[in-house]
T-cell receptor, first 112, second 112 residues
Framework: LAKTTQPISMDSYEGQEVNITCSHN???????ITWYQQFPSQGPRFIIQ???TKVTNEVASLFIPADRKSSTLSLPRVSLSDTAVYYC?????????????FGTGTRLLVSP | EAQVTQNPRYLITVTGKKLTVTCSQN?????MSWYRQDPGLGLRQIYY???????DKGDVPEGYKVSRKEKRNFPLILESPSPNQTSLYFC???????????FGPGTRLTVT
């Protein structure tokens, strides 16, 4: 299972774009990259997943370079309600994704 | 509504008094899991189950038991709780081929 490294914390202001980068140097060929969001005292919530290039949904975008050794979660025009912990996970559902460790994630604080 | 439910949401108990935290999902998911979350340690997996009657240890299984007699239910049992099991517990479920896990609302357990 690929190990991931992401910043412990980030600060931003309302209306700004926030980019959280995750490093996963030993990502395997069949691994997907998945991001979760967790608000205080709530369970994590799936945000987005991707394999390569760019994926966009109504919440965020995920940018994955060609070598796939890192990925960037982009949150456009953040609001106070985006203050949360964001987790990057890398794995393959066919080979143990369900055993992935969430780690401590990146704590994003959005200020007025 | 698709959801994972946990009961109780809050529990204060004493050392050694057996307790069970229930988890139920209505999405016909094969995979279910229990996590505990402690400050500074992120989410740690306790046990998981890939299907009925199939369970396996996660990263921190000591002091816990689980059972999977029905697809929808995955109770967490603490035979003899100790203060170091004071934590926030989350149950999660997903399809085996999906990267999207659905989490319950959490159970805050205090053992005195």
């Amino acid at each position: 299972l690929a190990k991931t490294t992401q910043p412990i914390s980030m600060d931003s202001y309302e209306g700004q774009e926030v980019n959280i980068t995750c490093s996963h140097n030993n990502i395997a060929t069949n691994d997907y990259i998945t991001w979760y969001q967790q608000f205080p005292s709530q369970g994590p919530r799936f945000i987005i997943q991707g394999y390569k290039t760019k994926v966009t949904n109504e919440v965020a975008s995920l940018f994955i370079p060609a070598d796939r050794k890192s990925s960037t979660l982009s949150l456009p025009r953040v609001s106070l309600s985006d203050t949360a912990v964001y987790y990057c996970l890398v794995g393959d559902v066919n080979t143990g994704f369900q055993k992935l460790v969430f780690g401590t994630g990146t704590r994003l604080l959005v200020s007025p | 509504e698709a959801q994972v439910t946990q009961n109780p949401r809050y529990l204060i108990t004493v050392t050694g008094k057996k307790l069970t935290v229930t988890c139920s999902q209505n999405m016909n998911h094969e995979y279910m899991s229990w996590y505990r979350q402690d400050p500074g340690l992120g989410l740690r997996q306790i046990y998981y189950s890939m299907n009925v009657e199939v369970t396996d240890k996660g990263d921190v299984p000591e002091g816990y038991k689980v059972s999977r007699k029905e697809k929808r239910n995955f109770p967490l049992i603490l035979e003899s709780p100790s203060p170091n099991q004071t934590s926030l517990y989350f149950c999660a479920s997903s399809q085996l081929t999906s990267y999207e896990q659905y989490f319950g609302p959490g159970t805050r357990l205090t053992v005195t």
